[in-house]
């Protein structure tokens, strides 16, 4: 990353395109508290300029968790901080002031440009040292490693990473290991795909896979493409590891570019914000996004403070299946079926509430939302903002589920879109649609139970 060659390669082609110390470690001043299943932790090229940055937007935002990157290699088995050439141990006082605020950073190796320690550190036992020194210096858990470019080609030094990775683990069971890799929209390409295979071969336990979803093509849709490179790293991550698609979700970290992209592409703070919704209703481990100091910092860190709501899970309040009655929303109205009418098709709108059948909604365990034996469909399974909601069969679709988050949303996984009443308005017969989360009082809805 920053700002990766790899993946400018693939868009060229369009858009298909880790507690045990090794002998010579240094104990680390403070331990790190296990990361949360599911979390916010954007990226900071940190140096002597930025390395407060972390303190600066915790106390904006609340966010406790960064990527701190990049270490890359001096010369042999000794690396260093890319952006200000400090060794290791460098930054240690403000890493253990985030830690004592109940924080934790993940250290990040790699990078487009500088090159990853497998390709000058040769021994696999010293390079199992090398990275046991990192764990323990600065007390972390998770190490990260960002491979792509001319450093992904180096057959050689994947496979002595992973062969380190491997018997550190075995050395040290607490440590934690994500690969960060380029993606496309339809998935990991075959090299990456390839390196993750490695890993699992040679015995590492691959916490995550954190896909870079940024610069898929000039002009490309960033929010769409990231939506849809993160299914199918899903899919993928399913196969190779015989799990399911959700807990599939649970191994990927999602990390586009804040704002304006390398090419003709901008992920916006309203994509941000659908990205985030996705990611709760979908159970995706964390989010992350290039870069605090750069991209976020003149933002007001408002990438952090959006990304942060997925800490603690993301809010989401399972459905409490079997409770009947209504759903209130803009304007203290009630969701209704528009005539009581139980065709497939029938608008769903806000009216005043009138405890009629067409207002008693009953929240089934399945996600669904139902009436006159009928679900809340999203029409054609449309993923637009704008696609109206109407009552249909109950299919089993991700178009007739909904996720209640802790503000309120209710969040189509399909899309990643909340229901939200057109205009905004509250009027009687206002249909209901589906458009991109931004915590609005039309967005915001009570449901029974």
């Known amino acids: 990353m920053r700002i990766r060659d790899g993946i400018a390669a693939i868009a060229a082609l369009g858009t298909a395109a880790g507690g045990f110390l090794l002998g010579g470690a240094a104990s680390a001043e403070a ?53 200000s050439g400090d060794g290791i141990g460098a930054y240690t ?22 090159g990853e320690l497998a390709e000058t550190c040769t021994s696999v036992s010293s390079l199992t040292a090398a990275y046991a020194d990192i764990v323990n210096t600065y007390g972390v858990t998770r190490l990260d490693f960002d491979i792509e470019g001319g450093t992904l080609d180096d057959t050689a030094a994947n496979q002595r990473r992973n062969q380190a990775l491997a018997a550190l683990q075995r050395q040290d069971p607490s440590v934690q290991v994500s690969y960060t890799l380029a993606v496309n929209p339809d998935g990991l390409p075959g090299k990456q795909y390839d390196l993750l295979t490695d890993a699992k071969n040679k015995g590492v336990d691959v916490s995550a896979v954190n896909i870079m979803t940024m ?57 941000a914000q659908t990205l985030e919704s996705f990611a709760a209703t979908n159970g995706v481990q964390y989010l992350s996004f290039w870069e605090v ?15 942060g709501k997925l800490a603690g899970g993301g809010g989401t309040t399972p459905p409490s299946g079997g409770a009947t009655g209504r759903i209130t929303g803009y304007g203290g109205k009630c969701v209704d079926v528009a005539g009581a009418s139980d065709a497939n098709g029938a608008a769903v709108q806000l009216y005043d509430c009138n405890g009629t059948g067409a207002q008693s909604w009953t929240v089934a365990s399945d996600g669904t939302l139902r009436a006159l034996g009928k ?29 209640h988050q802790s503000d309120g949303e209710l969040v189509n996984p399909a899309s990643g879109k909340c229901l939200d009443a057109t205009g905004p308005s509250s009027a009687n017969g206002t249909r209901l649609q589906i458009w991109t989360c931004y915590d609005s009082a039309n967005q915001q809805w009570n449901l029974p139970g």
């Open 31 to 83: 331990a790190s508290p296990a990361l949360p299943a599911h979390f916010a932790a954007p990226y900071l090229q940190i140096d002597g300029s930025t390395a407060n940055d972390m303190a600066a937007d915790r106390n904006a935002t609340g966010l406790s968790h960064y990527t701190l990157a990049f270490l890359i290699p001096r010369s042999g088995c000794t690396p260093y901080w890319e952006a």
């Open 93 to 114: 006082s403000q890493i253990n002031a985030l830690k004592a605020a109940g924080g934790d950073v993940i250290i990040s190796s790699g990078g487009a440009e500088g």
């Open 215 to 271: 610069d898929f093509g000039d002009g490309q849709n960033a929010l769409d493409d990231a939506l849809s490179a993160a299914r199918g790293t899903a899919s993928q991550l399913a196969g190779l590891y015989s799990v399911s698609t959700s807990a599939a979700y649970g191994r990927i970290g999602i990390t586009p570019i804040a704002g304006q992209n390398d090419d003709n592409e901008y992920f916006s703070q309203s994509d």
């Open 293 to 307: 100091d750069q991209y976020d910092k003149p933002a007001g860190y408002a990438y952090s403070r959006i990304f």
């Open 375 to 403: 679900c809340m469909d999203v029409t054609a399974a449309g993923t637009a903002n704008g696609a109206q909601v109407q009552l249909y069969d109950c299919n089993g679709t991700d178009a007739q589920v909904w996720r």
